[in-house]
């Protein structure tokens, strides 16, 4: 089905859409959205809403900016998601560029997006143990997790 979006009409299969029973937090009302990803934008992927043509957001892998995050998923959100196994587990996290300044972009390690690979349920799940933040600077993360790689190698920092 074509689906328009802020990137123009889109063409996505129902395999490929992931469904928000919850909505995401400050925007509720949406449910359906898909990944899509542009190569002169990788590693970084969107999130589109297939609802509201001028909602998506830019998301990325966690653990390509933080090496060491760890999310937990509480036995009631793996039950609402229906996951069965890790294997089917898929998490991104969103970024955010204030002012479109590279420079100040976030990643938000508080509440990463959890998708359900074999079903396509989809949830934002606040992790409830962790010190994490909805505003981690992205080059502080980065840097951080390059200093814990050289450590982990034998480096010094």
Same mark, same amino acid.
């Given at each position: 089905?074509?689906?328009?979006?802020?990137?123009?009409?889109?063409?996505?299969?129902?395999?490929?859409?992931?469904?928000?029973?919850?909505?995401?937090?400050?925007?509720?009302?949406?449910?359906?959205? $898909? %990944?899509? *990803? !542009?190569?002169?934008?990788?590693?970084?992927?969107?999130? #589109?809403? =297939?609802?509201?043509?001028? +909602?998506?957001?830019?998301?990325?892998?966690?653990?390509?900016?933080?090496?060491?995050?760890?999310?937990?998923?509480?036995?009631?959100?793996?039950?609402?998601?229906?996951?069965?196994?890790?294997?089917?587990?898929?998490?991104? $996290? %969103?970024? *955010? !560029?204030?002012?479109?300044?590279?420079?100040?972009?976030? #990643?938000? =390690?508080?509440?990463?997006? +959890?998708?359900?690979?074999?079903?396509?349920?989809?949830?934002?799940?606040?992790?409830?143990?962790?010190?994490?933040?909805?505003?981690?600077?992205?080059?502080?993360?980065?840097?951080?997790?390059?200093?814990?790689?050289?450590? $982990?190698?034998?480096?010094?920092?």
């Amino acid at each position: 089905m074509v689906y328009k979006t802020r990137f123009g009409e889109i063409e996505i299969p129902e395999s490929e859409i992931f469904i928000f029973e919850e909505g995401i937090p400050g925007f509720s009302h949406l449910r359906k959205f $898909a %990944i899509i *990803s !542009f190569e002169k934008s990788e590693p970084v992927k969107w999130l #589109v809403s =297939l609802e509201d043509e001028t +909602v998506a957001f830019p998301i990325v892998n966690p653990w390509l900016i933080r090496a060491d995050y760890s999310v937990e998923i509480s036995q009631q959100d793996m039950t609402s998601l229906e996951v069965v196994s890790q294997e089917q587990v898929a998490v991104w $996290a %969103i970024l *955010s !560029f204030p002012s479109g300044n590279v420079e100040e972009a976030t #990643v938000n =390690l508080l509440a990463p997006i +959890v998708l359900n690979l074999k079903n396509n349920k989809a949830k934002q799940i606040v992790q409830e143990n962790h010190n994490y933040s909805v505003r981690h600077s992205l080059e502080g993360e980065i840097n951080r997790s390059k200093r814990i790689m050289k450590k $982990a190698q034998g480096g010094s920092e």
